[in-house]
């Protein structure tokens, strides 16, 4: 009694269910399909108008691709997107410049490490030549010291300098100290630098 009971309420379900699809589904079905022919013959774009309509629903019109407000929200990550790139680039442009200036201080370092290096180098490459006041101050002494000289002793060194320190010498000391060395010289070396002598007074 129980399963047939049962098989009865399964086959009102099923012929519930073929009514909905033979008299309800099927034919609005059909009646949708005819009409979308009719609207599409006619010139109607049927989607385009469709999410027209559900653009200007509010929550609908979010997920709609194509409406206003979709492209809006788009456009408003794009921007956001765009200015945390901007920002990022900032940063490493402000980073490089920090390391440009870095590079420049340590090119000018080294500039003046070089210069510094090439001003010993040419130091170092000239002769060490004696200042005219050092020279002259020096001559001096030597006169001095030739002054305080006995005149045998002087007689005795002056001929073994060039004939040009000799004469030098001589016309630095005194008359009479010149006089007195060339007594102690023999005949042929006080003849030369009487001569030499002579013509450096006439010069």
């Keep these: ?120 180098k040419e130091q170092a490459q000239q002769p060490t030549t004696p200042s005219t006041e050092q020279t002259d101050a020096t001559r001096v002494d030597v006169v001095k010291m030739y002054e305080t000289m006995s005149p045998k002793k002087a007689a005795e060194i002056i001929p073994q300098m060039s004939d040009q320190e000799a004469v030098h010498l001589l016309s630095k000391l005194k008359t009479d100290k010149v006089a007195a060395i060339l007594e102690k010289m023999d005949a042929q070396n006080a003849a030369k630098y009487t001569s030499l002598l002579a013509k450096k007074v006439n010069n």
Excluded: C, H
Aim: no cysteine; hydrophobic share 40%.
């Design 1 to 120: 009694m129980e399963q047939f009971e049962k098989k009865e309420e399964e086959t009102k379900k099923a012929s519930k269910l073929q009514w909905f699809l033979f008299v309800v589904f099927i034919p609005l079905l059909f009646t949708i399909s005819v009409v979308l022919l009719i609207l599409t013959f006619s010139g109607i774009n049927v989607f385009e108008q469709g999410k027209k309509y559900a653009g200007q629903l509010p929550f609908v019109s979010q997920w709609i691709e194509g409406t206003d407000a979709n492209e809006k929200k788009k456009l408003e990550e794009q921007i956001v997107e765009l200015k945390a790139t901007i920002v990022e680039k900032e940063k490493e442009l402000t980073k490089t410049k920090d390391t440009i200036k870095e590079k420049d201080a340590e090119i000018d370092a080294l500039k003046q490490e070089i210069a510094r290096l090439q001003t010993e």
